[in-house]
């Protein structure tokens, strides 16, 4: 089994900053493959950003190109995604996740492909 437990979550006005972070523990073997959804409600859970564990092919929705960046510190089993230049749309609750993938595919896969979900967090950017 793999815990991952998410934080940093809040409420900023538009143009600010937020940085996430997802802690993962127990099988962290299991996966090789990390990312950040969100859900807004009424609208289904979207692949927002993700990479390999070696910290290759990272892929963007294309919303969040250009003001979001996803890193990782294998050392402490984090995944971090750094949010600038929030906007009102950006309004979700966010979730880090995990998978197997097998070869190197440069995209987020489907909410449907994930192993493992934190319980999310909840990112609030009003206008």
């Known amino acids: 089994q793999v815990q991952l437990v998410e934080s940093g979550g809040g409420s900023v006005e538009a143009g600010g900053s937020l940085r996430l972070s997802c802690a993962a523990s127990g099988h962290t073997y299991s996966y090789n493959y990390m990312a950040w959804f969100r859900q807004a409600p009424g609208k289904e859970r979207e692949g927002v950003a993700g990479l390999y564990h070696d910290g290759s092919s990272i892929s963007y929705a294309d919303s969040v190109k250009g003001r979001f960046t996803v890193s990782l510190d294998n050392a402490k089993n984090t995944v971090y995604l750094q949010m600038n230049s929030l906007k009102p749309e950006d309004t979700a609750r966010y979730y880090c996740?995990?998978?197997?993938?097998?070869?190197?595919?440069?995209?987020?896969?489907?909410?449907?492909?994930?192993?493992?979900w934190g319980q999310g967090t909840q990112v609030t950017v009003s206008s």
């Open positions: 996740a995990a998978a197997r993938r097998y070869g190197r595919i440069p995209n987020i896969p489907p909410p449907g492909s994930i192993g493992y």
